[in-house]
């Protein structure tokens, strides 16, 4: 393998960034068993590679992308990313891989802009990486200077075996994680370890680290799995469809923007006579004490072995915040004034009682749910193996999309302590047709 750290061919090239994303789609699926290298292998009517590249181009901040294909595929794949990238197409480049994973991520090195200082190497087949996994990881490397993999729990129990098959010991699996991608690193010290690698690593994170560099794991999301099998490729295209279907229809959009014709000043006054009067916003908060005698409830889930919440109900942050964002989008009050907060009936109530009642008072009021988010903030449970179940679970109560999201507040007050947990909901809510709200 020959790579030469800084020489690069970025003459066609508009980029003059910090960061490159070199993005690995040169492997050739044998286990996904399509009859096609695995990045041109459709999921639900577009390629892996370009749903990867769609994230990518997400970022709010400019990213140099390198992608990294087939030799016998460099043009078709040009265009690709032409048409995903659009008038962002001057900030990528597609290059032929080599004989291995280390090489094709070395070709793909060799032609990172001069002007990047952080580097991120991405596999293509992991389509669903979310925008902020990117941003996290980058912004890792340049607070930290270390390599940084995102990473989650494992949750199976492992067991290390002998080599007649029987069981030696069980793994601590406190102690394992499950590497994703992006992985990122400092350009300089990854440009020197590929240029000195006597080795084929399993991933970039090894031979960065075998090189005497420092490694950290931040959150990875269970989303941004790998597809390598044909049951992988299966739960890639059920999320995809979920996805577009959630998503608005491009021709509803066009039809309403051609009702209101092409004048901007028309179009904002029809948006402030019409849409403003028929979609309201809500916010919800909710604060529970942990209570190590109860139950852990939390987003219509059971989180089997985690301390309860503390609570006349069931204690679940998330449905009551949520209750509240519905009420304050619909004008309604709040969940304490709708339910009380010592009402018998509804002692160790589940959440969704909670919910399904508010889902019953928005209806008759002339209300639908358009969309929710939440996010809950304190260091237990680790929402990351169970949110899109959590996400699930919430949206087919609701009946709207529902987005769910965590985070910490690095040790400090109630939830960095371990106190509690604190559920913070939004809702969107519209008049139905034919309704009058003042």
């Avoid at 041109?40 to 992608?67: K, M, N």
């Avoid at 090489?103 to 902020?132: E, I, Q």
């Avoid at 300089?188 to 991933?203: I, N, P, S």
Wanted: glycine residues 10%; aromatic residues 4%; hydrophobic residues 45%.
């Amino acid at each position: 393998m020959q790579f030469e750290p800084g020489v690069t061919e970025v003459d066609d090239l508009l980029v003059d960034v910090a960061r490159a994303v070199v993005v690995v789609a040169a492997g050739s699926g044998t286990r996904l068993a399509q009859g096609a290298p695995k990045a041109f292998v459709a999921v639900a009517g577009r390629s892996i590679l370009e749903r990867s590249l769609e994230s990518i181009f997400a970022s709010a901040d400019p990213v140099q992308v390198v992608v990294v294909v087939p030799a016998a595929l460099v043009d078709e794949s040009r265009a690709l990313v032409d048409s995903v990238a659009g008038p962002a197409s001057g900030y990528a480049s597609v290059v032929s891989g080599g004989a291995s994973r280390q090489a094709s991520v070395a070709a793909g090195l060799a032609r990172v802009a001069p002007s990047v200082a952080t580097v991120l190497v991405h596999d293509c087949a992991r389509p669903f990486t979310p925008t902020a996994q990117f941003d996290l990881v980058a912004s890792t490397v340049e607070r930290t200077g270390h390599g940084v993999v995102p990473g989650l729990p494992v949750s199976d129990t492992i067991k290390r075996v002998g080599s007649a098959g029987e069981v030696v010991e069980t793994v601590d699996r406190s102690e394992l994680v499950a590497m994703q991608t992006p992985q990122g690193f400092p350009r300089a010290e990854l440009d020197a370890a590929y240029a000195t690698a006597g080795a084929e690593h399993t991933d970039d994170a090894a031979l960065f680290a075998a090189h005497g560099h420092r490694v950290v794991v931040v959150e990875g999301d269970p989303v941004a799995f790998k597809i390598t099998t044909p049951w992988d490729l299966r739960r890639a295209e059920t999320i995809a469809r979920e996805r577009a279907a959630a998503a608005p229809a491009p021709a509803a959009a066009s039809a309403a923007a051609a009702e209101r014709g092409s004048n901007p000043a028309a179009e904002r006054g029809s948006r402030s006579d019409d849409d403003a009067h028929r979609l309201r916003t809500g916010l919800g908060v909710d604060v529970h004490a942990f209570d190590d005698r109860q139950p852990l409830h939390l987003g219509l889930l059971h989180f089997e072995g985690e301390a309860g919440l503390a609570g006349h109900s069931d204690g679940d942050a998330v449905a009551h915040a949520l209750v509240d964002a519905l009420l304050s989008a619909a004008g309604l009050g709040d969940i304490g004034s709708m339910f009380g907060t010592d009402d018998p009936r509804f002692a160790g109530a589940s959440g969704e009682v909670f919910v399904t009642a508010t889902l019953e008072r928005l209806t008759a009021a002339g209300f639908d749910v358009v969309s929710a988010a939440v996010q809950v903030i304190g260091n237990r449970p680790r929402l990351a193996r169970r949110r899109l179940e959590m996400e699930a679970r919430l949206i087919e109560v609701v009946g709207a999309p529902v987005s769910v999201s965590a985070t910490t507040t690095d040790g400090l007050g109630f939830t960095g302590r371990g106190e509690g947990v604190t559920a913070i909901a939004t809702a969107l809510v519209a008049v139905v047709d034919g309704t009058s709200i003042g």
